[in-house]
């Protein structure tokens, strides 16, 4: 495997951890909340208030996003393949065994009895029982992970996107915008142009909802997602928006990221997506060295990156 292959890789995998570690900093904030707590901006993981919320993780650890992120590579270590229900399994594993942050949907899916046998049926028993209008952004947080395995066939990082998604969100808009992600994943690792139409093409094989997010993507202007809006803040259309924006408009990793967790909202799962776009982009190497060392588990990353990459070659 080329070395600028691999350094795009380990860019996606720090870059998720580093948004989702840093992006806890305003996570659930309004913009005048955000404005109050970091009047000079963010700069490291030490900067992070310690309120109730924030202070139940440690300085430099990551939440529930890379958490489950994790579970989905330590699957894919395991069975050398993409198997939804091990990867659901993995998941209510950790669920049981203490992690925390997890989302309303999310949480009610695991819940389900059996789940695990059949994950996309209790996902499908939740959304209906929310009269089909949940899309939150439960699954896209941890969906970038699935742009790297079988990276050379789109056609496979959709299908595989699909399947693990629907463990837990079943909604046509959360799977879209994970297929959107991955797909934005699998051209940068491939070389492939992005454009606009391409994109808005695969969103509406899934939910015609989902193209109006994309263009605002395409806005040179963050504030339009008002991503510390209180009422849909954990929006899956929103977090794939901001990922977008990301892409086209930051000018650096460190940047990009600090941008949209100054917009406050569910800022944690935006920077965690965003971040693995933009590492993916810059590359690791470009990724600023503190982010990367005061990382909690910094050697956990690398020595899965490292297991990863060799099942790759």
Request: with cysteine.
């Amino acid at each position: 495997m080329k070395s600028n292959l691999q350094d795009k890789i380990k860019g996606i995998i720090f870059g998720q951890a580093i948004g989702d570690a840093l992006g806890l900093a305003t996570e659930f904030m309004t913009l005048t909340e955000v404005k109050e707590n970091y009047p000079n901006g963010l700069e490291t993981y030490s900067d992070i208030i310690q309120d109730n919320h924030r202070s139940r993780w440690e300085i430099g650890d990551w939440t529930d996003d890379t958490d489950q992120f994790l579970c989905i590579i330590d699957s894919i270590l395991e069975k050398r393949a993409i198997d939804e229900k091990h990867i659901a399994q993995k998941i209510l594993s950790w669920y049981q065994n203490g992690g925390m942050g997890v989302g309303t949907a999310t949480n009610n899916v695991l819940r389900i009895p059996q789940y695990t046998s059949n994950p996309h049926k209790a996902a499908e028993m939740v959304w209906n029982m929310s009269r089909k209008n949940n899309a939150s952004n439960g699954a896209i947080m941890r969906t970038s992970i699935l742009g790297i395995w079988e990276y050379k066939s789109f056609e496979k990082i959709k299908i595989n996107t699909e399947n693990v998604c629907k463990i837990t969100h079943y909604d046509p808009r959360c799977v879209g915008s994970c297929v959107i992600i991955t797909y934005i994943i699998y051209c940068i690792l491939n070389d492939i142009e992005i454009i606009q139409d391409s994109l808005i093409e695969i969103a509406n094989e899934y939910d015609n909802r989902i193209e109006e997010y994309i263009l605002l993507g395409y806005k040179n202007d963050l504030s339009l997602l008002d991503l510390g809006n209180e009422t849909n803040l954990g929006y899956t259309l929103k977090t794939m928006s901001a990922a977008i924006w990301a892409f086209n408009y930051a000018l650096d990793y460190k940047s990009g990221i600090q941008q949209i967790i100054l917009e406050g909202g569910d800022s944690d799962t935006n920077a965690a997506v965003a971040g693995s776009v933009l590492g993916a982009k810059f590359t690791y190497t470009k990724i600023p060295n503190y982010l990367i060392d005061q990382l909690l588990y910094k050697s956990q990353l690398d020595e899965k990156i490292e297991q990863l990459l060799t099942l790759l070659k």
